[in-house]
């Protein structure tokens, strides 16, 4: 990680994801932590991670996730962040087959020190983390009071509201 004082640095929240054992790593808890060492070589520094969780699959795969959330620090931009994510990505296993099918390692940028970003291959906030308690629940250890500019809610307020009482049936939504 350069320390330049030149060099602004972000920090953003991540989301990883296994369902895949790896030829070198094994199993997809192991995955996940080879991924947080990953990261360091590649000038993105870990400032925090939650636990790993085993998590139902959703889509066609039918293998249990191991997910956590971590906080990076680097002083890479989205676009570059998210090339870098991707080559991490690539290095553990290409993605075969359909959306939300099994794989080795999935890597997500989820919120961004610096607010919003849109653009054709990537939104900050991303589109989906508010509905996904594999991603909610990690991040909430790590950034419950993380504020989303889009929803005006922290993460551990978003999770809440998910997991709180439907007002008709008193069911919830969470895992």
Sequence with gaps: MSHDTDT???LYLIALGSNRRHKYYGKPQNVIIAALERLERKNISV???SNIMETAAIGPSMR??????ALI????RPPTLLNSLKTIEAEFG????????????????????????????????????????F??????????????????????HILFRKCAPKRVDRSTSCL
């Design 94 to 133: 290409k993605r075969r087959g359909q959306r939300w099918s099994a794989r080795t390692l999935d890597l997500d940028i989820i919120l961004w020190s610096e607010g919003i970003w849109a653009s054709e291959d990537l939104s900050i906030p991303h589109s989906h983390y508010h509905k996904r308690d």
């Design 8 to 10: 602004p640095e972000y």
């Design 135 to 156: 991603v909610l629940k990690p991040a909430a250890q790590i950034a419950g009071k993380w504020r989303d500019p889009i929803y005006n809610l922290n993460i551990n």
């Design 73 to 76: 620090l680097t002083s890479y």
């Design 64 to 69: 249990n996730y191991a997910n956590s959330a």
């Design 47 to 49: 400032y925090d991670h």
